[in-house]
Structure formats: structure tokens, C-alpha cells
């Protein structure tokens, strides 16, 4: 499912009492959905990663009270008094076969041995899969049968709207709108390919440097050496801030990009800018200029961006004339 609907529907299961499991490919976001949706009902997280552990980690270790052995439970588990949160068990099929059965009793029971995990707290897992060439080990039956699973799926619009509230660089998100087959590919024998994670990091590095052409040498260890190749194709058609700044100061009369790739560029760097007025303004007269079809998505990245972008007179133009396309 969707990074959107797999967030809905963890917000619902939040509600009950069964774990849940999510399947998806590395670097992906699978853990930013499960963070995204802990702090939306303001829950802590602690991130436990099974990989990480051996199996007696989890039971802790014993001390001795009135002649008998106690055991004392590790310090990264929460404790009776602990307000409710989300306990994360991240990397869960990494983890030898060992580990997973010491995990049988938490994940269903919510308990090991004399420990019991506090009212209020939910167990959620991730992991790859096997077609993932990550690590892995088969998770046994009985572990399996104790997990609601969801399957995660890549999808580009979902990722450009986390990518413009990320304020990632305008460039990439506009990128891999226009190539969504580079959002993330199989990486074969590579070290290095694309996924939502290795984007991020790129926009991360080409702002880290002031501008692609300062790293445009690390941009194939970084996504891959295609995507890469293609990236720095694509820059080279691209509008400049320059040429944003020139449209943004007469967008009336402004000479705007007519290739798809300047129009992708043109609607993601106005939607990374959306709370600025000044860009708000020149994106409602701007959405009478470009295809429809790109006008109804910019249109909506701008009031999500500032909700006072409604009352812009361009808007309320856009909306006689193109309304019918925003209710789809």
C-alpha cells in the first residue's frame, strides 16, 4: 500500500492490541511512516533494532533478592510507569533465528518472563525481503502468525508531497516527478542506487555544497551512476534560480518553461517556496499559465503550503475555469 494509506491504516490499528508488520525494500521509509505517525498521536518511540540483539538481551539479567533469582529487564524497554508510545522493532527478519524466538513472547504476549510491556504501548516491526538482497533470515511461522503485515509501495506523488513539507532540494524532487522510474530501482550488484533514502541524501549533499556542480562527482555513489547521468541531463535544461526569480518577479508576462522537465522544475521549486508570499502570489497567477493538469497540482501543494493562497484572486480564476479537476 501507499506510504499515505499504509499511515491511515496504522493510525487505526493503533487503536487495538495486534502488532503490525511492514515489508518494503531498503530506504524506502518505512520507519519515517512508523515516526510520522507516532508523532502525529504524540507517542514516543524507542527503536529497537533486532539485528542488534542477542537472545538473552531482551530477557536482561538476574540479581538476587531474598535468596531467589529476579530477572532485571534491559534499560531500552519501557518501564510499568512509562506514559503509552510505540515500541519499534526494526530489522525484526535480519535478526538470527535465535533472536526472533526470543521475541515470540513480547510480540504476542506482550510479556518476557517477568516482564510485561506497559499498558498504552503497540508493537510494530519492519523488515526487507528476501528479493531485496538485504540481509535476511526466513521468519519462522509461528513469529509470522503473530503480525498483521502490510505491504509498503513506492509511489511517487506520496513522495513528492513528504519531499516539498521535507524541503528537499527543488531540483531533485522536480527530477524524479518527471522520472518516476528512478524513484527507486533494483539495485543489482551496485553499491550505490536510487531509492527515496539515497534522494534525500543527494539534496542533503547538493546543499551541503552550495549547488550540484560543487559535488556533481558524488552524485553516482550517492543514486547510482544512470541515475546520476541522467540527473545531470536533466540540470542542464533546467531553469536556474535565476530564471525562477525572473518569472517570480512578472509571472504576467514572464517567458515560463514549455518542456515538461521546466514545467516539473517550475511547479516544485514554487511549491518548496509556497509559505513565502511573494511566491504565493506569483504561483496563483502562474497556475492561468501552465497546462491545467500541472496548474491542479500546483494549486494544491500551494494551499497546502499557505492556506491563504485561496483568497488570491489568480486562484479564484483558476477555480472558474479548472475547478472540476480538483474533485477528481
Request: glycine share 6%; hydrophobic share 50%; net charge neutral.
Amino acid at each position: 500500500m501507499k506510504p499515505s494509506r499504509l499511515a491511515t491504516v496504522l493510525q487505526s490499528l493503533m487503536a487495538q492490541r495486534w502488532p503490525a508488520f511492514i515489508w518494503g525494500p531498503p530506504g524506502v521509509g518505512k520507519s519515517s511512516v512508523v515516526r510520522a505517525v507516532a508523532a502525529g498521536a504524540r507517542l514516543p518511540v524507542i527503536d529497537l533494532r533486532a539485528s542488534l540483539l542477542d537472545p538473552t538481551d531482551l530477557r536482561g539479567i538476574p540479581s538476587i533478592e531474598n535468596g531467589r533469582a529476579v530477572w532485571c529487564p534491559p534499560d531500552f524497554l519501557p518501564t510499568a510507569d512509562a506514559p503509552p508510545g510505540v515500541l519499534f522493532l526494526d530489522e525484526i527478519n535480519a535478526a538470527p533465528p535465535l533472536v526472533q524466538a526470543s521475541l515470540y513472547q513480547l510480540v504476542l504476549d506482550r510479556r518476557i518472563g517477568e516482564y510485561a510491556l506497559p499498558a498504552g504501548w503497540w508493537i510494530v516491526a519492519a523488515g526487507n525481503r528476501q528479493q531485496d538482497r538485504a540481509v535476511t533470515f526466513r521468519m519462522s511461522s509461528a513469529l509470522s502468525n503473530r503480525f498483521i503485515h502490510l505491504d509498503f509501495e513506492i509511489d511517487v506523488a506520496d513522495w513528492r508531497a513528504w519531499a516539498i513539507e521535507r524541503r528537499l532540494d527543488p531540483l531533485v524532487i522536480s527530477f524524479v516527478a518527471a522520472r518516476p522510474a528512478l524513484l527507486a530501482q533494483d539495485p543489482g550488484d551496485a553499491a550505490a542506487y536510487p531509492t527515496p533514502r539515497s534522494w534525500e541524501m543527494l539534496s542533503d549533499v547538493i546543499r551541503a555544497f552550495g549547488g550540484y556542480k560543487a559535488c556533481a562527482d558524488l552524485a553516482a555513489g550517492i543514486v547510482g551512476e544512470g541515475a546520476a547521468i541522467e540527473f545531470a541531463a536533466f540540470l542542464k535544461k533546467a531553469l536556474t534560480d535565476e530564471d525562477m526569480l525572473r518569472i517570480v518577479a512578472d509571472p504576467e508576462n514572464a517567458k515560463i518553461p514549455k518542456s515538461l522537465d521546466g514545467i516539473y522544475t517550475l511547479t516544485s521549486w514554487l511549491a518548496c517556496s509556497a509559505s513565502d508570499a511573494t511566491m504565493s502570489k506569483a504561483g496563483a497567477v502562474l497556475l492561468n499559465r501552465i497546462p491545467p493538469e500541472f496548474g491542479v497540482v500546483l494549486a494544491r501543494d500551494l494551499m497546502k503550503g499557505r492556506p491563504a493562497f485561496a483568497r488570491e484572486p489568480g486562484y479564484r480564476t483558476f477555480i472558474t475555469n479548472h475547478g472540476h479537476l480538483l474533485v477528481r
